[in-house]
């Protein structure tokens, strides 16, 4: 299969501002995502249907309605992890009695002079990595990673997934 052809499949695309071929089976790039340019991206697909140009097609309807999905439910994502993950709680929890002995907290190299609102938290976060794995035309498996700024996860990631119903999945906290 002619690699330009697939490339040229993915350029059409709204979301993305360069797309690399990597192989039969894998694409990465950059999108935009939240109002955030410049979001890695990787796409590997079931290498047993590489000769398939409408897969490739259907593919990137399927990447670019999960993409529309996670583009729209920002909230909802954001709202889903402060709840699962409790690092919100946490962190307002150390605010709190930093506040209560000293009158300001500083925790790490961030200053408080008062908790965070979910709000702020949400609006600091946004997307550094999504990955997508095509296995057919029904099945496509999501996650990426949320980091914020300023960094209230203090050096960490959270992997978030997003199966093919829409289904939120926390899957914790790394790096």
Do not use: Q
């Amino acid at each position: 299969m002619d690699l330009k052809e697939i490339k040229n499949i993915f350029e059409n695309s709204k979301y993305f501002s360069k797309i690399l071929i990597e192989d039969d089976f894998e694409i990465s790039g950059l999108i935009n995502l939240w109002n955030e340019n410049d979001v890695d991206i990787s796409i590997e697909f079931n290498p047993d249907y590489v000769d398939n140009l409408e897969f490739y097609k259907t593919s990137l309807k399927l990447i670019e309605e999960k993409l529309n999905w996670i583009n729209e439910n920002k909230k909802l994502i954001c709202k889903t992890f402060i709840e699962d993950e409790g690092v919100f709680y946490g962190l307002n929890d150390e605010i709190e009695k930093e506040l209560s002995k000293k009158g300001k907290a500083k925790i790490g190299n961030l200053e408080f002079s008062a908790p965070l609102t979910e709000e702020e938290f949400t609006n600091s976060l946004y997307i550094t990595y999504i990955n997508f794995y095509i296995e057919d035309e029904k099945n496509i498996n999501c996650n990426f990673d949320l980091d914020c700024e300023p960094d209230y996860l203090f050096g960490h990631l959270a992997n978030i997934e997003i199966d093919e119903n829409n289904d939120i999945l926390i899957s914790g906290i790394n790096g």
